[in-house]
């Protein structure tokens, strides 16, 4: 599966899920099978679950904010990470201060009532918070059962029966919601096109997309306390916006070519086998 295939059936699973009224996940993740808390410090100091060229050790907090391209490369990923946890999309994980980052902190602070868009010494606290930034996630026979070879014309393509990544780095990648070279980056040692089961991977510390669990939704009964949320589309801005009345809950970035610019009626999803057919709107949902 290609990433931007896999991005938008990441993108699916949460807007539906947030539009149906699962809610905004606010904790800190939990490990799914597979997934490992990341050593603690040993007697050197140093923490095993971040690589070395990622130092953990964070500036000062003071009262100045700190605009996103002057963050360091450990802040800029805390950030990405706080974000993603917050259904606030940073887009990839990729310790790269892009577009999408700060679209989505300035998202974020907006719905803290807040008129910074950069981060500011409260956020700095809950950045230095993310303790370990990175975890250990175990490659697995199950996960290897996903990857295999894509047809290249469409029709057979459509007779595919269920999602299928490249490769096993396009499977972590998408799992841990990063870029494929900056899992590469957490993982010199690592030779991705030879991985085997039982390896044992850095990933970023986040809620797992587990592709395994999605399944084809038919219809979705209306939830009447969940009338008042929509989706904004903001198609210059690449975003979507999920709002409940007037209190913005979540943003997801991306492309959205099907979707017109100002659309504000919420969004219903229907899945097919490896791709998402169509996304479109439903008063009712």
């Given at each position: 599966m290609s990433i931007p295939t896999c991005f938008f059936l990441t993108i699916a699973v949460l807007v539906a899920a947030q539009v149906r009224g699962q809610g905004i996940p606010t904790e800190s993740p939990t490990a799914s099978p597979g997934v490992s808390p990341g050593p603690t410090a040993g007697a050197s100091g140093t923490s095993g679950g971040s690589p070395a060229n990622h130092p953990t050790t964070l500036p000062h907090a003071n009262a100045s904010s700190i605009p996103v391209s002057a963050l360091a490369?450990?802040?800029l990923t805390r950030l990405e990470i706080f974000l993603d946890s917050r259904s606030?999309?940073?887009?990839?994980?990729?310790?790269k201060a892009g577009e999408f980052v700060e679209l989505a902190l300035s998202?974020?602070?907006m719905a803290q009532g807040k008129e910074s868009q950069q981060v500011d010494a409260e956020l700095k606290q809950e950045l230095k918070a993310i303790d370990p930034p990175y975890?250990?996630?175990t490659f697995t026979e199950a996960d290897q059962g996903w990857i295999g070879r894509i047809p290249a014309k469409p029709a057979a393509?459509?007779?595919v029966k269920r999602?299928?990544?490249r490769s096993p780095l396009d499977f972590i990648a998408e799992r841990f919601h990063s870029d494929p070279n900056f899992i590469k980056k957490l993982n010199p040692k690592i030779k991705?096109?030879?991985l085997k089961p039982g390896t044992l991977i850095q990933v970023p510390n986040i809620q797992p997309f587990q592709v395994e669990t999605i399944n084809p939704v038919p219809d979705v009964p209306s939830r009447p306390e969940f009338a008042q949320r929509i989706i904004k589309v903001d198609t210059k801005?690449?975003?979507?916006?999920?709002?409940?009345g007037d209190r913005l809950l979540a943003i997801y970035t991306g492309r959205f070519p099907h979707l017109e610019e100002g659309d504000d009626s919420a969004l219903g999803i229907v899945y097919k086998p490896r791709i998402i057919r169509e996304i479109f709107a439903n008063k009712n949902l």
């Open positions: 490369p450990d802040m606030f999309g940073p887009g990839k994980i990729d310790g998202r974020y602070q975890i250990g996630y393509l459509a007779r999602a299928i990544y991705f096109d030879q801005a690449r975003l979507l916006d999920l709002k409940d």
